[in-house]
């Protein structure tokens, strides 16, 4: 079987943070069950693919909003509005629905997808919806974005965050009703994406070191 790992930004060796640390188990858990695993995604600037053999890489890309100009966050923002992506997606849309086609048939035939969190599965989701999927859930984003509306310090954010929460509501609810399988981070995400039973989604415990963990079960 030979699944293609879908995600913002690809792996790169480090286990900073449990993002980094859900993407390791996963793709090693995939491998020792003998699933071949090709990862498509963005490199950060300057940070090369920890596995170039099985990676393929759209290109550089910094989507941090805090390393951006004020340029850019307007950018960013009017991209969103006229393409009705959320903020968060829309960052990725350096590249086109072509490329991303082309570097998907790089990687030659597939069986099926792991979309790695809502961000790049929600800036190119009609490109992986004619295989079966799995959807890795790293947070509700949601009703994260529903908490920062709530905390804006001005109206124009909060109305901001407004519109992220409600398009990322529908991307998450399409994504977990086409995928065969979810994982989430922590218990509670799982009813709160609307797949508590069992044979819908599993949490995926994470553990900090300098080694992948061992995904059980």
Known sequence: MH???ATSIVPDGAL???YEIANAAIIAALRRAGVRVTVIGFIWPGKPAADPENTVVLGAIDVRTDNAS???KLAWVGKA???GLTFASVKLRAVSDSDV??????AGPVDGYVLNSVQFAGAFEKLFTERPSIFVAH???HLSARENAAAAGSLF???LFRREARLLKAVEERLCRRARFVFTLAEEDRAALGVASDNRSAVLPLVTGAQAPTLKG
């Open 139 to 141: 947070n509700v984003e």
């Open 70 to 72: 004020a340029r850019q």
């Open 16 to 18: 900073a943070s449990g």
């Open 101 to 106: 086609l082309a570097a998907i048939e790089q």
């Open 81 to 83: 509005l006229l393409s």
């Open 3 to 5: 699944l293609l790992f």
């Open 157 to 159: 954010q909060r109305l």
